[in-house]
Nanobody, 127 residues
């Protein structure tokens, strides 16, 4: 099982941007899916982006066009940058890893069975 640690949360003004990093340790990263999820207040957990070690990412509709993600298999990190933030983006963002049977970003984003989770980092978008 992987150990995951997120960093980069905090307060952001509307229209601003955030960069969240997830550092994994404990296993070879390349064979796993990695994803960012978020839970907004009073809402269900939702996937922001999923990515395997070989292909491009798959973003949720709300993130498409204003988010980028990079994965470094050597340093075992997954970094999410999202621009033009809105108050509705306020959430606890959590990194996940696993779903080694998946291939492709879409499968990684939709995988229901991630085995490893970080503690989460809170992002608050307000003026």
């Amino acid at each position: 099982q992987l150990s995951l640690m997120e960093s980069g949360g905090g307060s952001v003004q509307p229209g601003g941007s955030m960069t969240l990093s997830c550092k994994a340790s404990g296993h070879r990263l390349r064979t796993y899916c990695m994803a960012w999820f978020r839970r907004r207040p009073g809402k269900d957990l939702e996937a922001v982006v999923g990515m395997d070690g070989f292909d491009g990412p798959s973003f949720a509709d709300f993130a498409e066009g204003r988010a980028k993600v990079s994965r470094d298999n050597v340093n075992a990190t997954l970094t999410l940058t999202m621009n033009n933030l809105k108050p509705d983006d306020s959430a606890v963002y959590t990194c996940a890893a696993g779903c080694s049977y998946c291939t492709g970003g879409l499968c990684c984003r939709l995988c229901p069975g991630y085995e490893s989770w970080g503690q989460g980092t809170e992002v608050t978008v307000s003026s």
